[in-house]
Each structure stands twice: as C-alpha cells, then as structure tokens.
C-alpha cells in the first residue's frame, strides 16, 4: 500500500522513484531479534516443520545482496522503476532441499511431492537489477550465514553431528 501511495504521488508531482522489492532476506542477523524471513530458516532448521510451508514457493536473497542493490540503483542515474530482488523463485521443497544440503545436523521436513504444482522455478526473477550489474551471491551462501547469525544469537541450536 505504501509503494502505491508513493507511485501515485510521483506520478502527480513529476518526481522520478526508483523502488526495491526484495523476496525473503537471509544473512546475518543485525537485530538482536528474529525477523520474519530469518523464521522461516529458523523452523525449517529446529523442528523439521512443514508448518504451511508446503503450499508456497519461495523467493530468497542474501541481505548483502539487498544492500549492494540499494547502492547500484542510488548510483545509476538511468535506473528507474520496480526492481525485484530476489536469486531466485523455488518451490519450498527446492528450497528445502537446499537447506538440508547446507546444513546438515538438522531435521529438515522432506517434501515428498511438489509443494506447489505447476510453479516453475525462476532463476532470472531480477533480470533488471542483473542487467545494471548485480551479481548474487548464491542462496547456499545466505543459507549458511543465517545459519551461523542464528545460532550466534540464540535463535537455533547447534547442529548435531
């Protein structure tokens, strides 16, 4: 609603804004507090939950890559618009394939089906930022980091090995 509400009163006032949406943002923690993305590693990593989880697909993004895309943009004249931010759209299963891989030690629900049929996975969803430059970090990398950030804070147990 914001972002509507910021879009409509450029459009009257002639301003120019340039906007970031980013999908759920992983990597280390700078809040003493767990966020709502970081919650998502948390329960998949803590109680192998499939929760509602099953049902959705996933975008996800290292929070280095969130503040490396605020700087490109801040500093290219030409940029202009919605830029997506996101390395990616998974099905949760992918996703949570990838976790269990990159965090072993860890009771990782295994979905046995797709978690959301007909979604294709897309690899390219921040082609504009792309475009300008941006190059991701991979998603084991803001897996792992927020792994690290969570357990550091108290959020998540050690692995057991």
Not at 45 to 66: F, I, N, P, R, T
Not at 96 to 111: I, L, M, Q, S
Request: charge should be negative; hydrophobic fraction near 40%; include cysteine.
């Amino acid at each position: 609603m914001a972002e509507k509400v910021a879009w409509e009163y450029a459009q009257r006032h002639g301003l120019d804004i340039v906007t970031i949406n980013p999908s759920t943002c992983l990597g280390p923690l700078l809040q003493p507090t767990l966020n709502a993305s970081s919650a998502v590693l948390q329960q998949l990593l803590q109680a192998g939950s499939k929760d509602s989880q099953e049902y959705h697909w996933l975008g996800c993004v290292h929070v280095c890559d969130v503040a490396d895309a605020h700087i490109l943009l801040l500093e290219t004249p030409s940029a202009s618009g919605r830029h997506l931010c996101t390395n990616g759209i998974y099905q949760f299963k992918d996703f949570a394939e990838t976790v269990d891989k990159v965090c072993p030690g860890y009771n990782v629900h295994r979905f046995t089906e797709e978690t959301q049929p007909g979604l294709v996975a897309l690899e390219d969803a921040a082609k504009k930022l792309i475009k300008l430059g941006l190059v991701f970090r991979p998603i084991e990398k803001a897996i792992k980091d927020s792994q690290e950030s969570l357990i550091a804070r108290g959020c998540l147990a050690p692995p057991t090995q």
